[in-house]
C-alpha cells in the first residue's frame, strides 16, 4: 500500500513511525520481503562522512561604525582571503581556499595546513577569528580599513552553502606510474601500490534513492550536525550515466547542493582536511532520509555494498588527461575488504569516507526522527534525472587573441 509524507510526518507526530537504518534494512527485506517490509518501515536514514570540496559559508559580519564596504575590497578571516565581491558587508569563504602565507607549504612545498575549510570548522567551534579588510571608500561607506576578531554569536547570518555535496557513488583512484602521485584521493602509490575510494557505499544517500524520486529541493536533512536543505541538484550533476539494474550507477552521478545554519552545526561533522601536495577541503557529516512510499522505495534503500560497483581509474594520466575509460570495475563489499586485485595486483584499499561516522550519522538521525524533533519535507521540485535531459558536459576550450 502506498503512502505519503504528510502521513508518514503524522505517524512521527505520534510515535508511531518506524524508522530504520539503510543498514538495517536490507537483513528486514531479508527476512520479510520487499512487500511486507514497505508496510512495516516508514523512513530508511542514510548518512555519509568523507571530503567535499566544493563547499563553503557567507556570512554577514554586520555594519561597522563609521560603515564600510568591504564588497569589490578584499577581506582575510585568519590569514584566508575571502570572496567579497558581494554586498558590504558580506562574505563568503569557500573551503579550499588556502592561506596567503601558509607555513606549512614554506617547508614542503604543495603542503598546506589551513584554509577555508579550517575558518569554517574554527568558527563552527565558537573561536575568536581575526577578519582583516579593506576598501577604497565611498561617501556613504567612507570607511577603508578594518582589523578586528569575530565571532559565530556575533555575527548576524552564518549559513553553510555547498554547491556540490553527497555524490552518487565514485572512483576507485589508483596510481600506474613509476612515482609518487598527490591527488584530492590522497597519496598514490606508484606501480598499483595502494587503491583510495571515497563513498560511505550502502548507506550513502543517493545510492539509497538511485532516481531521485524521493530526494528533490526542499528535502530537510541532516548537515554538518544541524538541519539542513537540498537547495538545487550539485555541480557536475550527472545522471545518465550507465547503471545496474538495480539502479545504481557505475560512474560519479548525481551531486546535491545543500545549504543550513552553521549556527546550529558542530566540528565534529565538519571538519577541515589538508591532503598533501593538493590542497584543502572540507569534510562534511550529511544524512537524508528516505520515506519508504512504496515497494519500488523500498528495494533500492535495501541496496547491498556488494551490489554497488565502482570504476578502478589510474589517476597518473587517464584521470588528469582526460581519457576515457577504467582499469577494472570492483563492488563496495570488495573495496572494504582491504584489498583487491587490478592486472594480477593485489592492491591494499583504504577510504577516504568514514563508514563508521556516516552509520553514527543515519543513528542519529533516526533517533531524531523517532523524538519528533525532525519531520519529513517534500521536495517542491525534483532533481534533474536523466530522463529530465539534463546532460553534463565539459569545458569546450575556445582560444581567444589577447
Known amino acids: 500500500m502506498a503512502k505519503t509524507i504528510k502521513e508518514i510526518n503524522e505517524k512521527i507526530k505520534k510515535g508511531h513511525a518506524v524508522v530504520v537504518t539503510a543498514e538495517e534494512i536490507i537483513d528486514i527485506v531479508d527476512k520479510l520481503g520487499v512487500k511486507k517490509a514497505a508496510e512495516k518501515v516508514d523512513v530508511v536514514t542514510t548518512g555519509t562522512f568523507g571530503p567535499m570540496c566544493s563547499s563553503g559559508a557567507y556570512l554577514n559580519i554586520g555594519h561597522t561604525k563609521p560603515k564600510m564596504k568591504i564588497g569589490g575590497g578584499k577581506a582575510y578571516i585568519n590569514g584566508v582571503p575571502t570572496h567579497a565581491g558581494f554586498a558590504a558587508v558580506d562574505l563568503y569563504i569557500g573551503a579550499t ?6 607555513p606549512c607549504n614554506k617547508v614542503f612545498p604543495g603542503a598546506f595546513e589551513y584554509g577555508g575549510a579550517h575558518v569554517i570548522e574554527d568558527l563552527v567551534a565558537g573561536k575568536d577569528l581575526k577578519l ?28 553553510l552553502f555547498n554547491p556540490r555535496n553527497a555524490y552518487q557513488n565514485y572512483n576507485v583512484a589508483v596510481n600506474l606510474s613509476e612515482k609518487v602521485i598527490y591527488t584530492y584521493m590522497g597519496t598514490l602509490k606508484p606501480k598499483l601500490g595502494n587503491a583510495n575510494y571515497c563513498s560511505a557505499g550502502q548507506l550513502s544517500p543517493l545510492l539509497n534513492d538511485p532516481y531521485y524520486k524521493t530526494i528533490g529541493i526542499g528535502t530537510k536533512i541532516f548537515l554538518g550536525g544541524g538541519e539542513g536543505y537540498v537547495v538545487w541538484h550539485g ?15 557505475q560512474a560519479p552521478a548525481g551531486t546535491l547542493a545543500v545549504l543550513g545554519d552553521l549556527k546550529q552545526m558542530s566540528p565534529k561533522w565538519l571538519k577541515g582536511s589538508s591532503f598533501q601536495g593538493y590542497g584543502v577541503t572540507l569534510t562534511v557529516g550529511i544524512g537524508i532520509p528516505i520515506p519508504i512510499l512504496n515497494e519500488e ?8 555494498d556488494r551490489e554497488i560497483w565502482a570504476q578502478v581509474v589510474d589517476y597518473s594520466d587517464a584521470y588528469p588527461n582526460g581519457k576515457p575509460g577504467s582499469l577494472d570495475e570492483k563492488n563496495y563489499e570488495e573495496l572494504k575488504s582491504g584489498k583487491i586485485t587490478v592486472r594480477g595486483n593485489e592492491v591494499p584499499t583504504a577510504s577516504l569516507s568514514s563508514y563508521r561516522k556516516a ?24 532533481v534533474p534525472s536523466a530522463q529530465s535531459g539534463y546532460a553534463f558536459k565539459s569545458l569546450k576550450e575556445r582560444p581567444f587573441k589577447d
Do not use: W
Not at 577604497?136 to 576578531?149: A, H, N, Q, S, V
Not at 550507465?242 to 545504481?248: E, H, I, L, Q, S
Open 297 to 304: 522505495i523500498c528495494q533500492y534503500t535495501a541496496v547491498r
Open 132 to 159: 582583516e579588510a579593506t576598501a577604497y571608500g565611498t561617501d556613504c561607506y567612507p570607511r577603508k580599513k578594518l582589523k578586528t576578531l569575530i565571532n559565530i554569536k556575533d555575527l548576524n547570518e552564518a549559513v
Open 97 to 102: 581556499m588556502l592561506a596567503d602565507d601558509d
Open 359 to 382: 552509520l553514527e550519522i543515519a543513528n542519529i538521525l533516526k533517533e531524531r526522527i523517532e523524538k519528533k524533533d525532525f519531520l519529513l519535507t517534500d521536495p517542491v521540485a525534483p
Open 235 to 249: 555541480t557536475q550533476h550527472n545522471p545518465s550515466v550507465k547503471r545496474k539494474d538495480n539502479g545504481v550507477p
